[in-house]
């Protein structure tokens, strides 16, 4: 069975920091663009970040760009996003997906395997 498994979420105070994983199961990551999506209550989902598969492209939303960092261990078929100086609006659920181009698309119709998610609550 494909499968997306996300962990690392959790409660941070404001300014701290997470790290969270992507591990796959069933299929191996090396050739999948691999993309990470939020959902606040209430918002729809967004992408905030994508990562090819060998690392050389990435995209961050501008909502994320200069405190989140993506990368990949394809050793380990799994992708990271490192996350620091939290806000209290970066509070969601957190979901990767792989996506079905060779690039990274920014339509999230162009993605599927989703894991279950992450809760990631900043909040002092």
């Known amino acids: 069975q494909v499968q997306l498994v996300e962990s690392g979420g959790g409660l941070v105070q404001p300014g701290g920091s997470l790290r969270l994983s992507c591990a796959a199961s069933?299929?191996?990551?090396?050739?999948?663009?691999i993309g990470w999506f939020r959902q606040a209550p209430g918002k729809e989902r967004e992408e905030i970040s994508c990562?090819?598969?060998?690392?050389?492209?990435?995209y961050y939303a501008d909502s994320v760009k200069g405190r989140f960092t993506i990368s990949r261990d394809n050793a380990k078929n799994t992708v990271y996003l490192q996350m620091n100086g939290l806000k209290p609006e970066d509070t969601a659920v957190y979901y990767c997906?792989?996506?079905?181009?060779?690039?990274?698309?920014?339509?999230?119709?162009?993605?599927?395997?989703w894991g279950q998610g992450t809760q990631v609550t900043v909040s002092s």
């Open positions: 990562i090819s598969s060998r690392g050389f492209s990435i």
């Open positions: 069933g299929f191996t990551l090396d050739y999948r663009v």
């Open positions: 997906a792989a996506s079905r181009r060779n690039y990274c698309s920014t339509l999230r119709a162009d993605f599927g395997s």
